[in-house]
C-alpha cells in the first residue's frame, strides 16, 4: 500500500523563524511531490513541487527530496503569521493519482 | 493562471435527492478529480477522469458516480444522498501523469 506520512502536529514556530516540515513516503516507485498549503475552510493551493534529487527554492520557500532515505521536506523560512496553515505533501504515481499525506498544521506564532 | 471553477460555494439539499456538483476547467487538462475532505481524515479521492468519457473509482465511489462528456467538465453525482455525504467536496485537474493538480474552490455541502 503506498502511503505518504506526515506529522499532524500542530508545529509552532516563533516569527522570523524556519519552519520545517517533512514528508516520508513508502513506495519507491513515487516520480515527484508536491507541497500544498490549506488555509481554514479554503481549498489547497500549490506552493512548490519536485521531481528531482536535492533542493529546489522558490522566494522563501525550499523543496527538498531525498529518493533514497525516502523523504521529503518544506523549508519556509522568515516564516510570517500568514504562513499560519495546514501543509499537505502529495506524491505522484504512474496510475495519473496522487497519494496525499494527512497534513501538517503551522502555526507562527508573533 | 489555472482556473477550476466549481458551480456552487456552498449548497444544502434533502436526504434522498440526486444532487450534482459541476467542475469546469480552462486550460485543456486531460485529467480531472473529484475529492472530499472531512475533518481528521484528509483528502480521499472519489472518482478521477484521465481522458473524455473515461473514468476510474477512487478510494471511496460508493453512493457517487461521475460524467464526463466533455474534456472541459466534470461531473459529480450524488445518487441519492444522504446525511453522511456531507462534506467539503473538491475538484482538481491536472494536464497529465506527474504533474501538479490545481483546485477549485471546493463546495461545502449539507444533506439535512
Known amino acids: 500500500q503506498k502511503e505518504v506520512e506526515q506529522n499532524s502536529g500542530p508545529l509552532s514556530v516563533p516569527e522570523g523563524a524556519i519552519a520545517s516540515l517533512n514528508c516520508t513516503y513508502s513506495d519507491r516507485g513515487s516520480q515527484s511531490f508536491f507541497w500544498y498549503r490549506q488555509y481554514s475552510g479554503k481549498s489547497p493551493e500549490l506552493i512548490m513541487f519536485i521531481y528531482s534529487n536535492g533542493d529546489k527554492e522558490d522566494g522563501r520557500f525550499t523543496a527538498q527530496l531525498n529518493k533514497a532515505s525516502q523523504y521529503v521536506s518544506l523549508l519556509i523560512r522568515d516564516s510570517q503569521p500568514s504562513d499560519s496553515a495546514t501543509y499537505l505533501c502529495a506524491g505522484s504515481y504512474s496510475n495519473y493519482q496522487l497519494i496525499w499525506g494527512a497534513g501538517t498544521k503551522l502555526i507562527i506564532k508573533p | 493562471d489555472v482556473k477550476v471553477t466549481q458551480s456552487s460555494r456552498y449548497l444544502v439539499k434533502r436526504t434522498g435527492e440526486k444532487v450534482f456538483l459541476e467542475c469546469v476547467q480552462d486550460?485543456?487538462?486531460?485529467?480531472m478529480f473529484w475529492y472530499r475532505q472531512d475533518p481528521g481524515l484528509g483528502l480521499r479521492l472519489i472518482y478521477f477522469?484521465?481522458?473524455?468519457?473515461?473514468?476510474e473509482k477512487g478510494d471511496i465511489p460508493e453512493g457517487y458516480s461521475v460524467s464526463r462528456e466533455k474534456k472541459e467538465r466534470f461531473s459529480l453525482i450524488l445518487e441519492s444522498a444522504s446525511t453522511n455525504q456531507t462534506s467539503m467536496y473538491l475538484c482538481?485537474?491536472?494536464?497529465?501523469?506527474?504533474?501538479?493538480?490545481?483546485f477549485g474552490d471546493g463546495t461545502r455541502l449539507s444533506i439535512l
Open positions: 486550460m485543456d487538462h486531460e485529467n
Open positions: 477522469s484521465y481522458d473524455v468519457k473515461m473514468k
Open positions: 482538481a485537474s491536472r494536464p497529465g501523469a506527474n504533474q501538479p493538480q490545481h
